[in-house]
């Protein structure tokens, strides 16, 4: 999806990182054991947030036990143990099989599946504790691809989380040649004369002046902050996103016919 010379500018940090936590910081905040050895020898335990610890007394030879020991006791959601031998042969693998002119988003699909082959080759085991705590199921990667590659070249879209009178979070993309070739934020709108007055009227502002800048708007996603975590963190994402639509506090505009936005949740397809 993403030329290889993407135009990046603009991009308000705070809006990204928000955006970033919201969606991947459940994740990449879980504290987790790594566990280092050669042969079923231990030569490193780490902790990612308490750092090195002892390797006396750990044992690999049965990783399930090992994942769920060193789990419970330094209180870890997550034990990746990684045989070093195995993995050194798999990335030299993956390495020969890199394609320097694959786009990036499908190298990290490719990258995510050496992972899995990882896995599957005892190379790296990851033990993961069961949470009570609901968590987000995310965004697909398809899904989010089936959406994107509809937008015609020369056209945008817009998506915009507000929070009160600011937005708390945005992001603008348009397509050129066939791919995503501008990232921007709803930043570089303040010098054209964007102001949040009332985010249900505002956003036909930011529509008219991404038009006006970077191209008509083929899809605009807009709503709450509150709204948008209600949406992420629901059992049926799909649904919960119908009921805000009705409600009137998810807004799609425009929104072609032809463009399940929908189908990049995890949920049954359906159309609004």
Not at 62 to 75: I, M, Q, T, V
Not at 217 to 233: A, N, Q, S, V
Request: glycine letters at 8%.
């Amino acid at each position: 999806m993403l030329d290889r010379n993407v135009t990046m500018f603009d991009i308000d940090y705070k809006q990204w990182r928000r955006l970033y936590d919201l969606i991947w910081g459940p994740y990449r905040g879980r504290p987790r054991v790594y566990v280092l050895h050669d042969g079923g020898r231990v030569r490193k335990v780490y902790h990612s947030v308490l750092g090195i610890l002892p390797t006396s007394g750990v044992s690999v030879s049965d990783p399930e036990s090992c994942g769920r020991e060193l789990a419970e006791e330094y209180n870890a959601d997550e034990t990746v143990i990684i045989e070093r031998s195995k993995l050194q042969q798999l990335y030299a693998s993956w390495e020969k099989s890199f394609k320097v002119d694959e786009d990036f988003d499908d190298y990290l699909v490719w990258f995510f599946n050496m992972i899995g082959q990882a896995q599957d080759d005892g190379a790296v085991y990851i033990y993961t504790r069961e949470s009570k705590e609901a968590k987000p199921r995310g965004i697909t990667y398809n899904g989010l691809k089936n959406v994107l590659v509809r937008v015609p070249d020369g056209r945008t879209a817009v998506l915009a989380i507000f929070s009160g009178r600011e937005i708390w979070a945005s992001l603008i993309v348009g397509k050129a040649g066939g791919r995503v070739s501008l990232v921007t934020t709803t930043d570089s709108l303040v010098a054209d004369g964007l102001v949040i007055t009332e985010w249900k009227k505002s956003y036909k502002d930011i529509l008219r002046l991404v038009r006006a800048k970077f191209g008509w708007p083929y899809l605009g996603i807009f709503t709450t902050r509150e709204e948008f975590e209600r949406i992420w963190w629901a059992k049926d994402q799909a649904a919960a996103a119908r009921q805000a639509f009705f409600r009137g506090n998810l807004i799609l505009d425009p929104l072609p016919l032809e463009v399940n936005f929908m189908a990049a949740l995890p949920s049954s397809f359906f159309f609004i």
